[in-house]
């Protein structure tokens, strides 16, 4: 029979234990068991490039998807690409421009992934916005993941930059329920920041965009410092883009007629493959795609993440 104030000791433990042990424990995140204790950065997640910018009409030029968010997220995209710009005065998603091709309000879409969040609560996503009009982070973004009732799903690292082996696993990231990583290509380490959106070339750098290559040549082509080359993870833009109008500077656009071999296994695992070497014999964390729904992605990044 143990005294009473060792009983209290021990139930006050336990209630200690109980506040600081998240109270499940993920058995499954992004699908796989094993992926629970992979790193964050040691997972290849498919990305959707223009993510709103979706049209089934494949006479909508400037648009490089067909189908619409929740369709990408249950396809299994987990890295949703988009640009946001004012219109008048409330952030939209656009593509160049808002007169080119209009996506809405920011809240909305975020509104439409936090639905699927919810409805998916063992998956880790990743939002990668990009910022053309220096759009203050901390004034006119962080609002609208408020408003959307994200901010609290974000993962927000204890310092900046986090090395390619400092993320957390993505079953840690599900315990705690700070499964979104929100980055950024401009602004985000600039005056106004804000903790939820982190800056994307510290941590993540890209191979070149716009390529008409479809060798897809790989080479560093956007990055900031501290971190060296191989510390980042890496993003292939692995869309194969067609000039239309030969003639200058040409107009280009992405080849959706092309998209079948594009995405297809050969290609990525090829654009994979030549870039490895230059990022630390990893294989790139994001690849990022136009007609997601087209080819065999899904394929080629199981493939990358040994799923048999
Ligand atoms: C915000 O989201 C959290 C969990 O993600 C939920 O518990 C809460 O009810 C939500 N709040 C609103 C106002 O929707
Ligand atoms: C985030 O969670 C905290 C408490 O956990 C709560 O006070 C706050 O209202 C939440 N914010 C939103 C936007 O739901
Ligand atoms: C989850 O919470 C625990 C306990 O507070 C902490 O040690 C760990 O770093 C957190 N992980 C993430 C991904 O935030
Ligand atoms: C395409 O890339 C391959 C591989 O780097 C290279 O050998 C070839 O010359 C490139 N083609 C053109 C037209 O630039
Ligand atoms: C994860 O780690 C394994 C083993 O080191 C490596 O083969 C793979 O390329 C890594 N993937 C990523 C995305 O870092
Ligand atoms: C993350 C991202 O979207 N990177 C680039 C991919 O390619 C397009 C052009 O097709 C660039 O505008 C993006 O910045």
Redesign the pocket.
């Known amino acids: 029979m143990l005294p009473p104030h060792l009983w209290s000791f021990i139930s006050a433990t336990a209630v200690a234990l109980a506040a600081t042990t998240p109270s499940r424990r993920a058995t499954v995140c992004n699908g796989h068991a094993e992926f629970c204790s992979r790193l964050y950065s040691n997972v290849t997640y498919i990305g959707a ?1 223009d993510s709103f910018a979706f049209s089934e009409d494949p006479l909508a030029l400037a648009a490089d998807q067909r189908v619409d968010i929740p369709t990408q997220l249950d396809l299994g995209v987990r890295l949703l ?1 988009a640009q946001g710009h004012m219109n008048g005065d409330v952030l939209h998603f656009c593509h160049t421009s808002c007169e080119l091709f209009d996506g809405g309000p920011v809240l909305n879409y975020l509104q439409l992934v936090k639905t699927w969040l919810d409805a998916n609560p063992n998956e880790v996503l990743t939002l ?1 916005f ?1 910022n053309p009009e220096g759009l203050s982070p901390a004034g006119v973004w962080k609002p609208v993941f408020d408003a959307a009732n994200i901010t609290n799903l974000t993962y927000v690292p204890p310092s900046l930059p986090v090395t390619q082996s400092q993320w957390p696993t993505l079953g840690s990231m599900v315990d705690n329920g700070t499964r979104v990583v929100v980055f950024m ?1 401009a602004e985000a380490n600039g005056p106004d920041p804000t903790p939820i959106i982190l800056p994307e070339f510290t941590m993540v750098w ?1 191979n070149p ?2 390529v008409t290559n479809a060798s897809f040549p790989c080479s560093v082509n956007r990055i900031d410092g501290p971190l060296a080359t191989e510390e980042h993870m890496y ?1 292939i ?1 692995h ?1 194969l ?1 067609i000039n239309i109008i030969p003639i200058g500077s040409g107009v280009i656009i ?1 080849d959706p007629l092309a998209a079948p071999t594009t995405n297809g296994i050969t290609s990525i695992l090829a654009d994979a493959n030549g870039c490895t070497p230059l990022g630390g014999n990893r294989a790139p964390a994001f690849v ?1 795609l136009d007609f997601v729904n087209i080819g065999e992605a899904f394929q080629a990044v199981d493939l990358l993440n040994g799923i048999p």
């Open positions: 490039h690409q990668l990009t290509d890209e965009f716009s993003l833009n869309s883009n992405s990022l």
